[in-house]
C-alpha cells in the first residue's frame, strides 16, 4: 500500500528553498535602496541584480538536489 502522506521534497531541500527566496527578497531590496536617479548607480545595476540572480541559481539547486534523508525514509 502507498503513503499518500509523503513530501515531494526533503527537509534540506524546504530549508534551501527558504534561503534562495530570502536571498531573493534582499537582492531586489537593494535595488531599491539605489540613491541614483532611476536606479541607475552601481546597487541598481550591478549589485542588486547579481544577487537576485544568485538567489535564482539557489532555487535551482534547491530543486534540483536530492535529500539523502528523505531517499531513507521511503523503504
Not at 526533503?10 to 530570502?22: D, E, F, H, Q, S
Amino acid at each position: 500500500m502507498e503513503n499518500k502522506n509523503k513530501l515531494a521534497f526533503g527537509r534540506k531541500n524546504y530549508i534551501l528553498m527558504l534561503v534562495g527566496i530570502a536571498v531573493l527578497a534582499v537582492g531586489f531590496i537593494i535595488m531599491t535602496l539605489d540613491d541614483e536617479q532611476y536606479g541607475l548607480g552601481f546597487m541598481g545595476i550591478t549589485l542588486g541584480p547579481i544577487v537576485v540572480m544568485a538567489g535564482f541559481v539557489i532555487e535551482l539547486f534547491a530543486i534540483m538536489v536530492k535529500d539523502r534523508t528523505h531517499e531513507n525514509t521511503e523503504e
